[in-house]
T-cell receptor, first 114, second 110 residues
């Protein structure tokens, strides 16, 4: 596609439920990033993929969070046993090369845990 | 550890010049980026500095001093549409990871 696509754009769930957020990066972009952003704050790094492998998952807050990118393109962020504190906008970004490293962001998935 | 600091909010007048500062301490350094984010929208790329000095791009310029861990974004001839949050981000060479600062919310007044 022309840009980074994220679905769903909005997700409301109840505490304790399981959630999956999907990211479809720009075609050919090998690097894919997940961030989450709370109101009035900067994006907080969660995980970075280079191809199919997670090159850096140091930002995942705990073992309830997991992400995959099985074919090196689409990625899914999975959150188990959601908590109210997980409510945020989850941003996905992709980039093509390392030299400039410009990130192209999707519009985000707004997660609300009631 | 990694730490990026920016002022929380700034206000300026249409047509004026504003400088948004960013200081950083990161594990390795492979470039500094500025992004613009309008309310409710995704961040968009503005500039990239990897060497010391000033990079100019139209009304926007960005400066970097690696020895001081300091950067600024300079916006000239401010327009109302420049009201947004400005995010400073550092790419560390440890994991090619981008660490973002808290963002500076700029309000441009008529």
């Amino acid at each position: 596609g022309a840009g980074v696509s994220q679905t769903p754009s909005n997700k409301v769930t109840e505490k304790g439920k399981y959630v999956e957020l999907r990211c479809d990066p720009i075609s050919g972009h090998t690097a894919l990033y997940w961030y989450r952003q709370s109101l009035g704050q900067g994006p907080e790094f969660l995980i970075y993929f280079q191809g199919t492998g997670a090159a850096d998952d140091s930002g995942l807050p705990n073992d309830r969070f997991f992400a995959v990118r099985p074919e090196g393109s689409v990625s899914t962020l999975k959150i188990q046993r959601t908590e109210r504190g997980d409510s945020a906008v989850y941003l996905c970004a992709s980039s093509l090369t390392r030299s400039n490293g410009e990130l192209f962001f999707g519009e985000g998935s707004r997660l609300t845990v009631l | 550890g990694q730490n990026i600091d920016q002022p929380t909010e700034m206000t300026a007048t249409e047509g004026a010049i504003v400088q948004i500062n960013c200081t950083y301490q990161t594990s390795g350094f492979n470039g500094l980026f500025w992004y613009q984010q309008h309310a409710g929208e995704a961040p968009t790329f503005l500039s990239y500095n990897v060497l010391d000095g000033l990079e100019e791009k139209g009304r926007f310029s960005s400066f970097l001093s690696r020895s001081k861990g300091y950067s600024y974004l300079l916006l000239k001839e401010l327009q109302m549409k420049d009201s947004a949050s400005y995010l400073c981000a550092v790419m560390n060479n440890y994991g090619q990871n981008f660490v973002f600062g808290p963002g500076t919310r700029l309000s441009v007044l008529p």
